[in-house]
């Protein structure tokens, strides 16, 4: 059971939304969401204030009379429930409430407590809003798909509930929920919000390290099954850069392979004076891929670290306009709703797993490459070459993910087009940029996995089971109960995804 206080971090979301913890919101979040609704509506009772007695975007300057005040609320609602696309998958639905519930429960948005309260529960029953991928241009928040959640509140649209697509008004009936009393602002506060890229941002960030984890280790697993010498991994060599994440990721690999009998010492083999050598048959020094593993990794973990620090600061921060400030007595307008900070890191973390997933395709092809490589049969085809073709048709596969993530990779913070009557002038594309990313990560784990399936091939060809390190044993067993070793040719793509589901929910 989460103590809702507020204020989350990485972790809290990792347990609501892989876990399914339940969340409960403290008693003082109540009243300090309660004081917040209270003070703004007697606040506004002799003032203009956005969104309350006006209207929205560029009718701001249109005064809505007293009568007509909750009527604004549900028009809002309504007209920009217009998404488009395919639905958002609920997990990242429930982050994005997460996230959204979080900044409500700071008490600078004014709205009825009974906001709070309905979302936490559709949250612990898992009863997540229908929201389509296309309609945000991330400036005003994400207007649209949070109006989708908005509608949900009022008890309408739709919802998806026990794996099926229902209609709102049926869920609540089944679970005797009521929709939230809509007073003020319920329905731009709910809206004017980063919360949707914000929330697929740290689903994403998640499964990033998740990745990243995994293309680690069969760095090193490569490492070992080619015999390469260690000292690229050596302390003292990657301590001379200044680094964090080279020196982690260095770290990583060498207590990964700590009692692998297969890695070489340069000073057993090079470091004498080789007289009667003219040309060396072995490498002197490995391709980059396998050599220079830290130093391209090393930046996709510091970004990643970068980024989920941003996405928590987003989080825990008021993000929509105006802010209410009880203790100041004020209400103040701006932009807090602009998504420009998670849209900039968004395309940052898909940049690093683009050239992640690009690493692993070029690990890929130096063990399915016998001229590269010079230990292994042609794609490390285990059965009769010219009639068997091993790994070359999924090799194809591999090639074509990662081209597309290349073509993913650029940028989306920079594509601002004007709209709304050019109130919008300059806009954050903020959910396009998470949700390009979440594609990103996805073709990463497709291309990491076919990557995992060779390099047990090629343990399975060399027989050395009994000499790499016990995580790479590990590593071999587990894939090797998912695809047992083939030498006739099998049909691939089961296992590939077999694969890519085990490493997407399962830790190195």
Same mark, same amino acid.
Do not use: D, Q, R, W
């Given at each position: 059971m989460l103590k809702f206080k507020g204020k989350l971090g990485i972790d809290d979301f990792y347990n609501v939304i892989f876990k399914n913890e339940p969340i409960q919101i403290d008693k003082a979040v109540l009243e300090t969401v309660e004081d917040s609704f209270n003070f703004l509506k007697e606040f506004s009772e002799n003032k203009v204030i956005y969104g309350v007695n006006t209207g929205f975007g560029p009718m701001a300057q249109y005064k809505i009379e007293d009568s007509e005040r909750i009527q604004l609320q549900y028009n809002l609602i309504r007209s920009h429930a217009s998404g488009t696309g395919q639905p958002i998958a609920p997990m990242y639905v429930k982050a994005a409430m997460l996230a959204r519930l979080n900044t409500l429960s700071l008490g600078h948005s004014g709205v009825h407590v009974s906001v709070i309260k309905l979302m936490a529960e559709l949250i612990n029953r898992n009863i997540t809003p229908l929201i389509y991928e296309h309609g945000g241009v991330g400036a005003s928040g994400d207007l649209v798909q949070l109006a989708h959640l908005a509608l949900v509140l009022i008890g309408e649209g739709e919802v998806f509930y026990k794996g099926e697509r229902k209609n709102t008004k049926d869920v609540f009936e089944i679970e005797n929920l009521k929709p939230i009393s809509v007073e003020l602002r319920e329905g731009l506060a709910? @809206? =004017? #919000?980063t919360s949707v890229m914000t929330g697929i941002g740290i689903v994403n960030t998640l499964y990033s390290r998740q990745l990243l984890g995994w293309i680690t280790s069969s760095s090193a697993a490569i490492n070992e099954i080619v015999k390469a010498y260690d000292d690229h991994l050596s302390y &003292?060599? =990657?301590q001379s850069k200044r680094h964090i994440g080279q020196r982690q990721i260095a770290e990583s690999m060498r207590e990964h392979l700590q009692d692998s009998k297969l890695t070489r010492k340069r000073e057993h083999h090079l470091y004498s004076k080789n007289e009667d050598v003219s040309v060396f048959k072995e490498k002197v020094q490995e391709y980059y891929s396998l050599r220079c593993v830290p130093q391209i990794l090393g930046p996709v973990l510091d970004t990643l670290n970068s980024v989920e620090d941003i996405l928590i600061e987003e989080v825990n921060s008021a993000n929509d306009n105006p802010i209410v400030d009880v203790a100041k007595k004020h209400? $103040?307008?701006g932009g807090n709703f602009h998504g420009d900070y998670v849209s900039l890191e968004m395309d940052k973390l898909k940049i690093v797993v683009a050239k992640l997933s690009m690493l692993s395709e070029r690990q890929l092809n $130096? /063990? /399915?490459n016998a001229r590269l490589n010079d230990m292994l049969p042609p794609f490390v085809n285990l059965g009769k070459l010219g009639l068997n073709f091993g790994m070359q048709g999924v090799q194809f596969t591999a090639t074509s993910t990662t081209a597309e993530n290349q073509m993913l990779s650029n940028p989306m913070y920079v594509h601002s087009i004007p709209n709304n009557n050019d109130n919008q002038d300059i806009v954050? @594309? #903020?959910?396009n940029s998470a949700l390009i990313t979440k594609k990103v990560i996805e073709n990463a784990f497709e291309v990491? %996995?076919? &990557? /995992?399936i060779t390099i047990v091939q090629a343990i399975e060809y060399l027989n050395v089971q009994d000499g790499i390190s016990s995580k790479t044993k590990k590593m071999y067993d587990a894939i090797r109960k998912l695809?047992? %070793?083939?030498? &006739?040719d099998v049909i691939m793509y089961p296992y590939v995804n077999l694969v890519k589901d085990y490493i997407i =929910? =399962?830790?190195t």
């Open positions: 709910l @809206m =004017n #919000g &003292e060599l =990657n209400v $103040y307008h $130096y /063990l /399915l954050s @594309m #903020g959910t990491v %996995a076919i &990557e /995992l695809v047992p %070793a083939f030498k &006739e =929910n =399962n830790k």
